[in-house]
Structures are given as structure tokens and as C-alpha cells.
């Protein structure tokens, strides 16, 4: 029979990571090569020689570098559940302003964005300044992340089509 005090112990609050390039400048620069090469590839070109190289290869080689830098630049945001009462108090300090919302849609997403956020820790107005220099998917990321922490069932474990099928490739258990 379980014991409900080894139980408490045993639990962890839920947590998940979220990775987002910061660099507005090389996701544009990344966005920028990937016209160019879609550009490139619809005309036609024909080579002068053996030693020609087709344009798109020198810009498919600028792009696989942003990439590289972009994932090198990439910072992680870990989000940990607050606690039914902090959750409760947070959602209570944000009411909806219309009957069709469960929350403020303006000033919650950033208190349970700072809330939540275990690192890099941060307040609402360091929140607010973030929110100013990234994009509004990347604000969408954050918030969902904080959002599944707090929302997502219990018992569910993500499943990771990719991992299983790579373990399938390789001869391993799916």
C-alpha cells in the first residue's frame, strides 16, 4: 500500500526547457539566404565549365553557417509549476476582462511567464523588456511553455516520434 508522506517525497514539480535564438539579426540573415537559394533554384543555369559551381551551393553553405550560429546563440528558458496556490493567486491577480477568456490576455502571459520561469529567473518588468526584442512567436513559446507546466496532465509523458523512430532505425526498442 502507498504511503502518501514517501509519495510527497518522491514528487518533482513539472518542468520543460524552451530554446530560442536571440539573434534577431541571423534568423533574418537565415530567412534572407533562404529567398535567395528558393530564387536561385527556380532559374534555370547551365555551367561554363567542370569547375562552375551552381550559385545556390555558396549560399546553401552561408545558410548551414547562420544555422550553426543560430544554435549556438540559442538561450534555454527552464519553466518549473509554481504550486496550486501560487497558480490560484497569480491566476486571481489577472482576471479575464471578457467572459469568453479564463485570464487578462495582456498581463497574464508575462506573470506566469516570470513566475515560472526557474532560469534565467526574472520579474515582470524584465519580462516586459524581453517581450519588447522578441517576436510575438517567440512570446507565444514562452507563455506555452509556462501554460503546459501548470496545465498538462498529470501522467502524460511526451512522446517523441522521432526518438522512437530512431531507435527503430538503429535496432533498438520503440
Not at 548551414?64 to 544554435?71: P, S
Not at 508575462?110 to 526557474?118: E, F, K, Q, T
Request: hydrophobic share 40%; charged share 30%; proline share 4%.
Amino acid at each position: 500500500m502507498a504511503n502518501i508522506a514517501d509519495i510527497l517525497k518522491a514528487a518533482k514539480p513539472r518542468e520543460r526547457t524552451v530554446r530560442l535564438c536571440l539573434s534577431g539579426d541571423l534568423a533574418g540573415e537565415a530567412a534572407r539566404l533562404q529567398d535567395e537559394i528558393a530564387r536561385v533554384t527556380g532559374e534555370s543555369w547551365e555551367p561554363m565549365s567542370m569547375a562552375d559551381r551552381h550559385p545556390a551551393r555558396a549560399l546553401a553553405e552561408q545558410l548551414a553557417e547562420i544555422n550553426r550560429q543560430i544554435k549556438d546563440s540559442e538561450t534555454e528558458f527552464r519553466f518549473r509549476y509554481i504550486g496550486d496556490r501560487k497558480y490560484s493567486d497569480l491566476m486571481a491577480a489577472h482576471p479575464a476582462k471578457d467572459e469568453n477568456q479564463a485570464f487578462d490576455s495582456e498581463t497574464f502571459p508575462r506573470a506566469l511567464i516570470s513566475a515560472s520561469c526557474v532560469d534565467p529567473v526574472m520579474d515582470e518588468d524584465q519580462a516586459a523588456e524581453l517581450f519588447e526584442v522578441i517576436t510575438q512567436g517567440q512570446v507565444k513559446e514562452l507563455f506555452d511553455a509556462a501554460w503546459d507546466v501548470h496545465t498538462s496532465r498529470s501522467g502524460a509523458v511526451p512522446f517523441s516520434l522521432a526518438a522512437s523512430a530512431l531507435l527503430a532505425g538503429l535496432g533498438g526498442e520503440s
